[in-house]
């Protein structure tokens, strides 16, 4: 647990400092709506690369967080596979049958009530390409919401796309920038027909945000 608490509570809030430092790599986080989170709450976000996940730890770090990702993660990744494995974030089974697979969920959700931790879910379930906000899978959330029953935060994010391989951390790290922003606060929903309309207003809320956010210099908040 070691290694898995120094990248939660060390490295992931260094990361970026160190990015701005050598490469001049922005992190812009905006924090107008931080005050008025709730105790416990599901995230949603758009998913972009795999430092997704520092960017939630150094966005949100007076919060313990869980992820739910695919086990392919828990596996080869240096330092990111050992916190997914050693802090028992949700590591789903790629090949694992849809109820299988939300049994993994509910079992996760009743967990980080319980532990009063954040769950983390990206509806998108892969990373996309270009930083476009990709179709939203909706059985993993509806699992989610009905095992915790929280309310749910929207939070949009852009930038990873661009850091997606090595190839792209080479030449765009240098003056780019990663943003994220809290975009709305939905109280828990009851039904499917809640979180298919939480979801589909969070989707267009994302995009909105992306694309204003593609109108801004690297260097301005």
């Known amino acids: 647990m070691r290694i898995s608490d120094y990248i939660v509570n060390v490295l992931a809030r260094r990361l970026f400092a160190i990015c701005y430092t050598y490469r001049h790599f922005h992190f812009w986080g905006y924090d107008d709506k931080k005050d008025t989170l709730p105790e416990n709450f599901i995230l949603i976000s758009n998913h972009q690369s795999l430092l997704d996940i520092p960017v939630f730890m150094n966005f949100l770090r007076d919060r313990e967080m869980r992820f739910i990702a695919k086990d392919t993660l828990g596996r080869h990744i240096p330092l990111v596979s050992e916190m997914l494995r050693a802090q028992e974030h949700c590591l789903v089974p790629r090949k694992a049958k849809p109820m299988e697979a939300m049994r993994y969920i509910s079992d996760f959700g009743k967990r980080v009530v319980e532990r009063k931790q954040i769950p983390i879910l990206f509806p998108e379930g892969s990373r996309t390409r270009n930083g476009d906000v990709g179709k939203f899978f909706s059985a993993g959330f509806r699992q989610l919401s009905e095992s915790t029953g929280l309310?749910?935060?929207?939070?949009?994010?852009?930038?990873?796309?661009?850091?997606?391989?090595?190839?792209?951390?080479?030449?765009?790290?240098?003056?780019?920038?990663?943003?994220?922003?809290?975009?709305?606060?939905?109280?828990?929903?009851?039904?499917?027909?809640?979180?298919?309309?939480?979801?589909?207003?969070?989707?267009?809320?994302?995009?909105?945000?992306?694309?204003y956010w593609r109108q801004l210099p690297t260097n301005k908040k």
Do not use: F, H
């Open 151 to 211: 309310p749910v935060v929207v939070c949009a994010l852009d930038g990873g796309w661009q850091l997606r391989d090595l190839r792209k951390l080479v030449t765009n790290l240098k003056n780019g920038c990663y943003r994220v922003k809290i975009l709305r606060i939905y109280d828990s929903p009851k039904t499917k027909e809640d979180c298919n309309q939480i979801l589909e207003e969070s989707r267009t809320l994302m995009q909105q945000q992306i694309e």
